[in-house]
């Protein structure tokens, strides 16, 4: 049995995964190079310092900036992404997820959040989702990154639940890895062929209830 939903922020509760790229491909633009959409896909779910290794890849720079230029060019990123992030409001929280979140309470299933992200916090305030979590782990407590499991199997230590009783939902083929070996199931969510090795996948919480995600997952 279900007991806890842990969910992943960036492209799942709101749709912040296009701040990032669009954070990322301006500054890639800057150094003379794109970065496409699809590239971008690398970067969910990794940490900030990650994402940025991948980008300077794409553009041939992986070894061409210091440790301190790179925290330079992460921080300008961030200031970027930030300035996306000042614009949300409660209404930017995706369709239907509300509804799900009140669903899961009602049923007394315990919630948290799972995120790489050091801005989840300022997310969670802006789009008033603070107050729904039972749990929130995020960059700022966990500094292991996705792939491993710590960011989901933290959530589930403070809650004191099992992990095969816990849910992860995660739009990124990274968190669907770490939600596997941490050992509890998973819902791909918004339908990318990256995220096959899911339990089960949604393309959105629209109409999504407790009771469809028990008939897949007991
Ligand atoms: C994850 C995003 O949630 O957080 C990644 O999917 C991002 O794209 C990571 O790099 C770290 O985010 P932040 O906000 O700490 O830079
Ligand atoms: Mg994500």
Same mark, same amino acid.
């Given at each position: 049995?279900?007991?806890?939903?842990?969910?992943?922020?960036?492209?799942?509760?709101?749709?912040? $995964? =296009?701040?990032?790229?669009?954070?990322? $491909?301006?500054? $890639?633009?800057?150094?003379?190079?794109?970065?496409?959409?699809?590239? &971008?896909?690398?970067?969910?779910?990794?940490?900030?310092?990650?994402?940025?290794?991948?980008?300077?890849?794409?553009?041939?720079?992986?070894?061409?900036?210091?440790?301190?230029?790179?925290?330079?060019?992460?921080?300008?990123?961030?200031?970027?992404? !930030?300035?996306?992030?000042?614009?949300?409001?409660?209404?930017?929280?995706?369709?239907?997820?509300?509804?799900? !979140?009140?669903? !899961?309470?009602?049923?007394?299933?315990?919630?948290?959040? &799972?995120?790489?992200?050091?801005?989840?916090?300022?997310?969670?305030?802006?789009?008033? !989702? =603070?107050?729904?979590?039972?749990?929130?782990?995020?960059?700022?407590?966990?500094?292991?990154?996705?792939?491993?499991?710590?960011?989901?199997?933290?959530?589930?230590?403070?809650?004191?639940?099992?992990?095969?009783?816990?849910?992860?939902?995660?739009?990124?083929? %990274?968190?669907?890895?770490?939600?596997? =070996?941490?050992?509890?199931?998973?819902?791909?969510? &918004?339908?990318?062929?990256?995220? %096959?090795?899911?339990?089960?996948?949604?393309?959105?919480?629209?109409?999504?209830?407790?009771?469809?995600?028990?008939?897949?997952?007991?």
């Amino acid at each position: 049995m279900i007991t806890c939903c842990i969910f992943d922020l960036d492209g799942v509760l709101v749709d912040t $995964a =296009r701040f990032h790229y669009r954070a990322w $491909a301006d500054m $890639a633009h800057d150094l003379g190079f794109e970065f496409t959409p699809e590239q &971008g896909e690398a970067t969910k779910g990794v940490s900030r310092m990650a994402s940025l290794d991948i980008v300077l890849c794409v553009g041939g720079m992986e070894n061409r900036f210091s440790p301190e230029e790179k925290e330079r060019l992460a921080a300008e990123k961030n200031a970027r992404y !930030l300035n996306y992030v000042s614009t949300m409001t409660p209404d930017d929280v995706l369709p239907g997820v509300r509804a799900f !979140l009140a669903d !899961l309470k009602r049923n007394g299933v315990k919630i948290a959040l &799972g995120s790489a992200s050091k801005n989840a916090g300022t997310i969670l305030d802006r789009c008033a !989702l =603070r107050d729904v979590f039972d749990a929130i782990v995020d960059g700022t407590l966990v500094s292991r990154a996705k792939p491993d499991p710590v960011v989901f199997s933290k959530g589930a230590e403070l809650l004191g639940i099992a992990p095969e009783r816990c849910v992860v939902f995660e739009d990124a083929a %990274a968190g669907i890895e770490a939600a596997t =070996r941490a050992g509890m199931r998973s819902v791909g969510v &918004g339908g990318d062929k990256l995220l %096959a090795r899911a339990t089960m996948a949604i393309m959105t919480f629209e109409n999504f209830t407790y009771d469809a995600l028990c008939k897949t997952i007991d």
